[in-house]
């Protein structure tokens, strides 16, 4: 029994988690510092979500407190035409340049997530120079899914960031299911439930897929798919934390490529994430961290000695030669291995007052690294779950629709289409089915389903058809006249529609009469309010112009 | 073989079948809910559905979770002897033997001959393969650069066409790289023995590497990054000007687009090769100069940009879309 007990407590000691984890473990809690999300089944909406996260954390997660820079920069190139290209590209171009492929090492929640499955106990499926090859794979999705297809749809105004769509794994898990498993979002206005389909079931299927293959594959989604990894990795070689080589010291034996689990060629390509795992494999202590003065820990690590020395195969490596995985300083090598002896005069050797003087300043600044980090996450922390004020509605079939007053567009007297002073007013609308659908610009599957909205207008001219503008990033009226920012004509014009187009009242980022409304964030949202002035109908998500002409027929008739 | 590793492979063997049957599983039953509800509009989604069809994976997942925990505590007991796995890297091996082999004399006549055909029979098998990935990816850019194949009305069927035709172009470069690198494979280990014997019991001086790149290497690494550094200057006007080109008020010809799109293919592809090619010979005096230099003018671009998007407005649309959640963007749909 005490053997027993024995060797769980070594397992513990010797499994304790290593710092690239905790910093893992930090940046996962700091991306999704809002539980009050969690709780209330709402996203953040305060000003931390100027800034991009470096690493993937989907913002429609309910904890996440940052954007996400891959959504963001698919959003940039989906709305060309516009000026957010020029911030997204200085956010990645900064944290590529500070930190290249560190940031998937480190900083990345879904590489944390990968590297916790891959340690379950099952056989693990190797690198090859096939996987190597699999690894460009993640450029063509770059190209692809992030640049080319929403450039396309740009020109039609249309916003598709495709890989956010049709791939993304953060999306679903975080974003997706964190807000479907809450009873909020199963119910009245919030039910997301309702607008699943075809897209969800694909993207759910593949997430699984993921979630599997990084039980039995390291990292698959980072070496084969990620295209975040790829962009970071462009800057890796010139990033100014990561992993660098000593050229004067290194042997070229191979053991660090041989023991990394990514498919490098060699230490700090662009396929390393600078975890640092090879600088402990390396028999002569080339390896190292760039900027490592700044942490104190420049010939901390000189110490180059040997533990039990762990056989190879022959003709590998070194041939004839042993090889050593080295853990601490302990005793000397046996034959044909690296003595201790051998380095003793080299430069790496340093008195030990030197060494020990370089660990205290080390400890002093890593010590006030993580204080400071720790008042971030608590600073972070309350700023969202205490003094950041959240605004989202409730609302379910059946309770009597809120009135408004919004001001419509249309032709004024110079024959301009812009916003007018005459307004609708839903209360002078009593006794009329009205199907009001909350849209914005910026949102692809709002624009893709206008055109259906207008067809039942058409179609049924008792009906009053409204169609509710929120919080735009571009002007409204020239996009609705079907052309972008600069003037283009990019798409079919609104202008001369039947259904009709309203300003929704704003309070700063608060879109009042969609929260009225039940609005919880999720766009489009379209409400159809019976003629007994209640609301008969909630659909969050796009509907079909099938869907909407039962629904509509159905209100008519009640 | 020991008892440890036995019952350690039992469980492995027997942990990766369930791993793969929770999996399975809920794909299953999120296939059943999807397509067991498409006969009507409505989605078949409801929390009733959900829910009776959740209970058998999580069930599974379960069962899952306990035998991981399991894994551990036997891992724990039976502790795996470590060892590392490295394999041969023939084509190292390769290029450190032949060097040794001199190039002149008719003592090694015969071995030269034969490594020589030898090695142009994997170069023309690696040309072939790379004229194919250039095909594919001529074929792909000429698909989804064509605007005609993108209709607002029907996004997913155009992502759908999109997959269709250009997955069989993927899915035979994928078999020409894996019969290329499996005869590399082959090729090198025959050649590594038949310079291994060559050189047994022969007197033979190492050949001395005779090119000299440095100036050369660096010359072109520093132009090579420079033109990298101006494409990443240039990528947000690039984006805008190619949206404004395609829009309908613009003249727009698809020919010129795709002329560029191949010749951006093709610079790209020459430029990567040729860094890879010179970067190797760098001197180390040159190499980090070269990198501080790109990583100050990256950086100096990188700032500017992100002062220019604060104040025209694109940390604002970041914002936007960050606070309000477009359901099918992120997979809701």
Redesign the interface.
């Given at each position: 029994m005490t053997a027993f007990f024995g060797k769980i407590k070594n397992w513990i000691v010797g499994h304790l988690p290593t710092k690239r984890r905790l910093i893992q473990i930090y940046t996962a809690l700091l991306y999704n510092a809002n539980i009050k999300g969690y709780i209330s089944g709402d996203i953040f909406k305060g000003n931390s979500k100027y800034v991009c996260a470096p690493g993937l954390n989907c913002y429609s997660c309910p904890g996440a407190v940052a954007a996400c820079p891959l959504g963001a920069l698919q959003n940039a190139f989906a709305s060309s035409g516009n000026s957010s290209a020029y911030y997204i590209f200085g956010i990645l171009g900064i944290f590529g340049v500070m930190f290249g492929r560190t940031v998937c090492g480190f900083f990345c929640p879904v590489g944390l997530g990968q590297e916790l499955l891959y340690k379950v106990r099952t056989p693990k499926l190797a690198k090859s120079r096939a996987t190597r090859i699999l690894s460009y794979l993640k450029y063509v999705i770059l190209v692809m899914m992030v640049i080319a297809i929403p450039i396309m749809y740009s020109a039609q105004s249309i916003a598709v960031p495709a890989f956010c769509k049709y791939i993304c794994p953060a999306g679903t898990l975080g974003g997706g299911i964190g807000l479907l498993i809450n009873p909020v979002n199963q119910q009245g206005s919030g039910n997301l439930l309702a607008m699943l389909g075809g897209i969800f079931t694909w993207k759910f299927a593949l997430l699984i897929v993921f979630l599997v293959a990084s039980v039995f594959i390291y990292r698959p989604f980072c070496r084969f798919f990620c295209p975040l990894g790829a962009i970071y990795g462009f800057f890796n070689k010139f990033a100014l934390f990561g992993i660098k080589v000593n050229e004067d010291k290194c042997t070229h034996c191979g053991l660090c490529v041989q023991h990394c689990k990514m498919d490098v060629k060699c230490v700090g390509d662009h396929e390393c994430i600078n975890c640092g795992e090879c600088k402990a494999v390396c028999p002569a202590g080339a390896i190292g961290w760039k900027c490592a003065k700044l942490f104190g820990q420049e010939n901390a690590d000189a110490k180059v000695s040997v533990s039990t020395p762990i056989p190879c195969e022959a003709g590998t490596a070194q041939e004839g030669h042993s090889v050593f995985l080295t853990r601490d300083a302990s005793e000397s090598a046996t034959d044909n291995s690296i003595r201790s002896s051998d380095i003793q005069g080299s430069p790496l050797m340093t008195s030990g007052d030197a060494v020990g003087k370089k660990r205290t300043k080390g400890f002093a600044i890593q010590l006030t690294a993580w204080i400071l980090a720790l008042s971030l996450l608590v600073g972070v922390a309350l700023y969202c779950n205490v003094f950041a004020e959240s605004s989202s509605g409730s609302i379910e079939v059946g309770s009597v629709a809120p009135d408004f007053s919004l001001r419509i567009y249309g032709t004024d007297e110079k024959n301009a289409y812009t916003l007018l002073e005459d307004r609708f007013v839903l209360s002078e609308h009593s006794g009329e089915v009205t199907v009001v659908n909350f849209w914005a610009t910026w949102c692809g599957p709002c624009v893709e389903e206008i055109p259906g909205f207008n067809e039942i207008a058409k179609e049924f001219p008792q009906v009053n058809v409204l169609g509710v503008q929120g919080l735009a990033d571009r002007d409204v009226a020239r996009f609705i006249s079907g052309r972008d920012r600069d003037g283009y004509e990019d798409r079919e014009s609104w202008r001369d529609y039947t259904m009709i187009f309203l300003q929704d009242e704003l309070d700063g980022n608060d879109c009042l009469t969609y929260i009225a409304f039940g609005g919880r964030s999720t766009w489009p949202m379209t409400v159809i309010v019976g003629k007994d002035g209640k609301i008969a109908f909630i659909r969050n998500g796009k509907l079909s112009e099938s869907e909407l002409r039962e629904q509509v027929e159905r209100a008519l008739n009640a | 073989m020991s008892k440890a590793k036995k019952i350690?492979l039992i469980?492995?063997?027997c942990?990766?079948v369930l791993?793969?049957v929770?999996?399975v599983a809920?794909?299953i039953e999120?296939?059943d809910?999807?397509y067991g509800g498409k006969a009507d509009?409505?989605?078949?989604?409801?929390?009733d559905t959900?829910r009776s069809h959740l209970i058998l994976p999580l069930i599974l997942l379960s069962v899952w979770v306990a035998a991981?925990i399991i894994?551990?505590v036997?891992?724990?007991?039976y502790p795996s002897e470590?060892?590392?796995?490295?394999?041969?890297?023939y084509a190292?091996?390769f290029s450190v033997l032949k060097v040794l082999i001199p190039r002149e004399g008719e003592d090694f006549a015969d071995t030269r001959n034969t490594l020589q055909r030898m090695s142009l029979t994997r170069r023309t098998i690696w040309g072939a393969v790379f004229a194919l990935l250039t095909a594919s990816g001529v074929y792909?850019a000429v698909y989804?650069?064509d605007?005609a194949?993108?209709h607002?009305?029907a996004?997913?069927n155009d992502?759908l066409a999109?997959v269709r035709n250009i997955i069989w172009w993927?899915v035979a470069c994928l078999v020409g790289?894996?019969f290329a690198?499996i005869y590399?494979?082959v090729s090198l280990r025959k050649e590594v023995d038949i310079a291994r014997n060559a050189l047994k019991g022969g007197r033979h001086t190492p050949q001395t590497n005779t090119t000299a790149h440095g100036k050369a290497a660096v010359v072109v690494t520093a132009s090579i990054s420079v033109v990298?550094v101006g494409v990443?200057a240039a990528?947000?006007a690039i984006?805008?000007a190619?949206?404004?080109y395609?829009?309908?008020?613009?003249e727009y010809s698809y020919a010129v687009t795709l002329s560029v799109a191949l010749i951006l293919l093709v610079v790209t592809v020459t430029a990567t090769i040729l860094f890879s090619r010179y970067s190797r010979d760098i001197p180390?005096s040159a190499r980090k100069p070269?990198?501080?230099a790109?990583?100050a003018v990256?950086?100096t671009?990188?700032?500017?940009?992100?002062?220019?998007?604060?104040f025209?407005?694109?940390?604002?649309?970041?914002?936007?879309?960050?606070?309000?959640?477009?359901?099918?963007?992120?997979?809701?749909?």
């Open positions: - | 350690r469980y492995g063997l942990l990766s791993t793969v929770v999996g809920f794909i999120a296939a809910i999807y509009s409505t989605s078949p989604y409801t929390v959900v991981a894994g551990y036997l891992s724990v007991i470590e060892k590392l796995r490295v394999r041969t890297n190292a091996s792909m989804i650069f605007p194949h993108y607002t009305d996004i997913g992502i999109l993927g790289i894996c690198l590399d494979n990298a990443f990528l947000p984006a805008t190619l949206s404004h395609m829009s309908k008020g613009g180390l070269i990198h501080m790109i990583a990256v950086c671009i990188s700032v500017v940009y992100l002062m220019v998007g604060i025209n407005g694109g940390a604002r649309d970041v914002f936007i879309k960050a606070v309000n959640i477009c359901t099918e963007c992120i997979g809701l749909g």
